[in-house]
């Protein structure tokens, strides 16, 4: 199997102080990829490549079998295979369903009103249709993002810590939505999180990222029951207390 | 002078408003880039641009002089797209001259001031450039309709510019401002104050309209 993204030698620094540093990474077609690690440690800055929004101070990234670097950027078509939940949720100054309506607009989908009824349903907002989204509470809105990324059905579904503001009940239901999701369209998916026990449920391979360098990334099952590095080891049990 | 105000009315209107038309075509656009993209010479832009907000309309009245009079800058060259000075057209020039950096710059700085966090969301949600700067302008909306007021306003009540490049010339550049300075000037004050009171209930009107063409944007 190629893989379906391949880093190579990239590293990212902002104001000459690099904040990611990944000799190698791949990514395989379909899998979920978990990305732990503490605050900083340059989590979402990799998802920010790997969504081609910024471009790398150095080293490049090969997607689908093309190499894309600075100064060949991907064309739109293949960014629009890719998309992210970002952490902090930034919806338009529109209605929720006008919000989840707008990437399909923009690829000029025409109507897509059942779509978004279900999709509203889905996340537990229908409710909130017409709502304007500025009036949203955080995990409402957070759901609300989650909902118009799915709207893409995209290749690449890139999720930057998506419960982190949610109660038990709907972590349990974006959990569900994103296992869901993937059975139904293979989407490849890089869920950058706090929590292990999230990491544990969902993920096919884990990997933990300290002070922007890989430090291990290994299956699921040997991450957490055989984890090669002492830091992993600490970073698991640290997260265990918590 | 009833049918002559009326048509001085009329001058003052389609002046202004066309060179605020124009100046919102290429202001709001050039505002949307200059606070959005980087590019060399954004700086040099942003600070033409400001500066150009806080232009005398007397300088910028005589620079339009110069730039079509005769025997001005630019004689020997072909002037044949530029007005003739004293028409409407040469108001209209110099207007969209004064309006354009006030319409430019605060579309830049409402732009700016949109959550960039936003603007990366945008464009993961698979804007192209022209979509993202789109969003982003009717995200910020409220910012760029007080750009386009902020235009209006230094334009209506401007008499130094079109004085210069218009001439005041009864029945053909005469416009509400320069006929109230004729008017002082020949002690009739009367005359004066009201054509100064219908400029103001102009001036009300056309940011009322404004306004209401946006409906709810500027609900909290
Ligand atoms: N645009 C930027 N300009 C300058 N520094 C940045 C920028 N983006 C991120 N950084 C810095 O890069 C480092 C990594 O940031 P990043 O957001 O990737 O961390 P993270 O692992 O996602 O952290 P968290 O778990 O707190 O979200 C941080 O020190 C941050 O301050
Ligand atoms: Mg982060």
Redesign the interface.
Known sequence: MTALYQLTDLAQEYDGRRVLDLPALEIQPGELLAVLGPSGAGKSTLLRLLNFLETPTRGNIAFDGQTYTASQPPPLAVRRRITTVFQRPALLNRSVAENIAYGLGLRGVPNPHEQITALLERVGLDELADAPARTLSGGEAQRVALARALALRPDVLLLDEPTANLDPYNVNLIEEIIQQHRAATQATAVLVTHNVFQARRLADRVALLLNGQLVEIAPRQQFFDHPTDPRTRAFIQGEMVY | MPGELTDIIALSLRVTGLALLISSLIGIPLGALAGLRRFIGRRLLMLILYTGMGFPPVVVGLFVYLLLSRNGWLSGLPTEFLPSLFTPAAMVFAQTILSLPLVAGLTAAAVMAV?P??R?????????QV?AAW?IL??ARAGVLVAVIAGFGSIISEVGAVMMVGGNIAGHTRVLTTAIVLETSKGNFDLALALGGVLLGLSFLANFALLTLQGKTLDP
């Open positions: 959550d966090n936003l990366l969301q945008v464009r993961a949600l698979g804007a192209s979509q969003t009717g995200e």
